[in-house]
């Protein structure tokens, strides 16, 4: 079973640039999130849908984007990159609102 | 904001011992506690849940939740140097949220 799949592992963006990181699940979970993970600072969300056509905001939004259009499909978008983006980020989905998360493998974000 | 306190660690303990890892949430209306493990540079992977006030067993785990003190504990015995790793709690969001908050994790290092 696949779960949850993230691409790329690792990306070096420099600073202005964009980029999508990709997340699928073949779980048929109506919830998916993504969180960001900082050195010692826990996994902070950044947005997360309930199911497809509809997305919201979590606690970092700010400089991200997310479209969900199918129930498989959550990707994250970041618009001209910042050093502040520097991260790794999970994605992840859940069965049931508020329930255990299944996380993909990560994904390592260097912006230079 | 909703927060969720764990231990600052790192915890030390020898092979053979209990390890005690502790969380505390601010959010009287929570309703699911989580404790998942993360190894280095993996991602979290779910160890145990609990809903009801009380003790809850699997193998060598023990998770104890106590919602009158908003505290929740994860009893690890006979550790061993594999659950050498860091220990993330997370807490749903009261209301019915779809979201969970996590602790900033704790880092336990059995010792051979």
């Known amino acids: 079973n696949a779960g949850v799949t993230q691409t790329p592992k690792f990306r070096i963006l420099k600073i202005g640039q964009s980029m999508t990181l990709q997340c699928t699940q073949d779980m048929n979970h109506n919830y998916m999130y993504w969180y960001r993970q900082d050195p010692g600072m826990g996994l902070k969300l950044i947005y997360y849908s309930v199911g497809a056509g509809i997305t919201d905001k979590g606690e970092v939004p700010n400089g991200y984007n997310v479209s969900r259009s199918t129930t498989e499909d959550f990707p994250l978008r970041l618009e001209l990159a910042a050093p502040s983006q520097t991260s790794v980020y999970f994605c992840?989905?859940?069965?049931?609102?508020?329930?255990?998360?299944?996380f993909g493998e990560g994904s390592r974000l260097t912006v230079l | 904001q909703k927060e969720v306190e764990q231990n600052s660690g790192p915890l030390s303990v020898p092979e053979g011992a209990i390890a005690s890892l502790n969380c505390t949430y601010s959010?009287?209306?929570?309703?699911?506690f989580f404790w998942y493990r993360q190894y280095s540079g993996k991602s979290p992977e779910l160890i145990m849940f609990?809903?009801?006030?009380g003790d809850k067993e699997d193998g060598r785990f023990t998770a104890q939740l106590n919602k009158a003190s908003q505290y929740v504990s994860l009893l690890i015995r006979d550790s061993q140097p594999s659950d050498s790793a860091t220990y993330l709690c997370?807490?749903?969001?009261?209301?019915?949220?779809?979201?969970?908050?996590f602790g900033k994790g704790t880092k336990l290092t059995v010792n051979p």
């Open positions: 997370a807490v749903n969001e009261g209301g019915g949220s779809e979201k969970l908050v």
């Open positions: 959010d009287r209306g929570s309703q699911s």
């Open positions: 609990i809903y009801s006030n």
């Open positions: 992840a989905s859940s069965p049931r609102a508020g329930g255990e998360l299944f």
